[in-house]
């Protein structure tokens, strides 16, 4: 059970929001959040803490879904410190969950079942770029990446299907990554990651990576198309920003009363000119490359995802 914890900090931390006017920028933008109850994952460090802390201080209720307790707790207490100090309260909550394992992926979305009756926000933010040449598996048999960038969050969002059934305007949003440019897979094997370009991503790590960040692409243009399930995707680039100003088009994907389901975000600018994914700037509606809008991979990969689940996720039906 979560319980929801006030501004308390046991330690404070320098405010690294030096330049970061992208961020404060759309942080202004952003409407009010009050009564809205927002899950984010991997909230502890990151894009997802930056983006957990804007939804707080707009006041959201938000839960900081982490596979790390101690360190979801450090990452709440901050966030509460940092909008005590801006005579703000935040209602925050850290709550355990490892999406790489399905059974930990079930107890989470139990849990909140039984607590909430609605859920405004899902962001499936969390993700991994492993180390290896060869994949490391899961408990459950899959490769990391796949199951923690991909699988975990397709389970986590048809888990919570109920709770965002059941709340108007619930939307849940996807961290990819401009790695999914180079992601590539057979159909019969999404999990078994390849890669369509050599460019920088030669080795396994890289090429799981890209085939991961493809596979959530695809999830989300599924979820988009079906009308009884509103997805949008966004992506940051650490290129030529502070890590406030690259969470900046994952807070308009979650909060733009003029964003639609479907809709995919990133950095406005790319100086190199060579497609519409910017590296660079404030947040804008880009398009997506590669085989991110196959619906017929989309397809595929929906179904392999239900049978490596174990569930049928069909919105429409419930």
């Given at each position: 059970?979560?319980?929801?914890?006030?501004?308390?900090?046991?330690?404070?931390?320098?405010?690294p929001?030096?330049d970061a006017?992208?961020?404060?920028?759309?942080?202004?933008?952003a409407?009010?959040?009050?009564g809205?109850?927002?899950?984010?994952?991997?909230a502890?460090?990151?894009?997802?803490?930056?983006?957990?802390?804007?939804?707080?201080l707009?006041?959201?209720?938000?839960?900081?879904?982490?596979?790390?307790?101690?360190?979801?707790?450090?990452?709440?207490?901050?966030i509460?410190?940092?909008?005590?100090?801006?005579?703000?309260?935040?209602?925050l909550?850290?709550?355990?969950?490892?999406?790489?394992?399905?059974a930990?992926?079930?107890?989470?979305?139990?849990?909140?079942?039984?607590?909430?009756?609605?859920l405004?926000?899902?962001?499936?933010?969390?993700?991994?770029?492993?180390?290896?040449?060869?994949?490391?598996?899961?408990?459950?048999?899959?490769?990391?990446?796949?199951?923690?960038?991909?699988?975990?969050?397709?389970l986590?969002?048809?888990?919570?299907w109920?709770l965002?059934?059941?709340?108007?305007?619930?939307?849940?949003?996807?961290h990819?990554?401009?790695?999914?440019?180079?992601?590539?897979?057979?159909?019969?094997?999404p999990?078994?990651?390849s890669?369509?370009?050599?460019?920088?991503l030669?080795?396994?790590?890289?090429?799981?990576?890209?085939?991961?960040?493809?596979?959530?692409?695809l999830?989300?243009?599924?979820a988009?198309?079906?009308?009884?399930?509103?997805?949008?995707?966004?992506?940051?680039?650490g290129?030529?920003?502070?890590?406030?100003?690259?969470s900046?088009?994952?807070l308009?994907?979650?909060?733009?009363?003029?964003a639609?389901?479907?809709?995919?975000?990133?950095?406005?600018?790319n100086?190199?000119?060579?497609?519409?994914?910017?590296?660079?700037?404030?947040?804008?509606?880009v398009?997506?490359?590669?085989?991110?809008?196959?619906?017929?991979?989309?397809?595929?990969?929906w179904?392999?995802?239900?049978r490596?689940?174990g569930?049928?996720?069909?919105?429409?039906a419930?």
């Open positions: 059970m979560h319980s929801w914890s006030s501004s308390r900090s046991k330690s404070s931390t320098p405010d929001l030096i006017a992208v961020y404060k920028e759309a942080l202004d933008e409407p009010d959040q009050t809205r109850l927002a899950v984010v994952t991997g502890n460090s990151g894009l997802g803490f930056w983006l957990a802390r804007s939804l707080a707009k006041g959201a209720r938000v839960i900081l879904a982490c596979r790390n307790a101690e360190r979801a707790t450090s990452a709440r207490d901050r509460a410190a940092d909008l005590k100090s801006k005579g703000a309260a935040a209602s909550a850290c709550e355990e969950l490892d999406l790489a394992s399905l930990s992926v079930r107890r989470f979305a139990s849990r909140l079942r039984r607590q909430e009756s609605s405004d926000l899902l962001v499936c933010n969390a993700g991994i770029l492993g180390g290896g040449a060869s994949a490391e598996l899961t408990e459950d048999g899959w490769p990391l990446e796949f199951q923690v960038n991909h699988l975990g969050h397709f986590l969002c048809a888990e919570l109920p965002l059934r059941n709340t108007q305007g619930a939307r849940v949003v996807v990819s990554s401009l790695g999914h440019a180079a992601g590539y897979f057979e159909d019969e094997t999990h078994r990651a890669c369509r370009y050599l460019l920088p030669p080795y396994g790590a890289w090429r799981r990576y890209a085939a991961s960040k493809l596979a959530q692409m999830f989300a243009s599924s988009a198309r079906n009308p009884f399930l509103r997805c949008w995707v966004d992506y940051a680039s290129l030529a920003h502070s890590v406030p100003d690259a900046a088009p994952l308009v994907a979650a909060t733009s009363p003029g639609r389901s479907g809709d995919y975000y990133g950095p406005r600018h100086p190199f000119g060579f497609h519409d994914l910017g590296l660079r700037g404030p947040p804008a509606k398009r997506p490359w590669g085989f991110a809008a196959d619906a017929a991979k989309a397809a595929v990969l179904e392999f995802s239900e490596a689940c569930i049928s996720f069909s919105p429409e419930n």
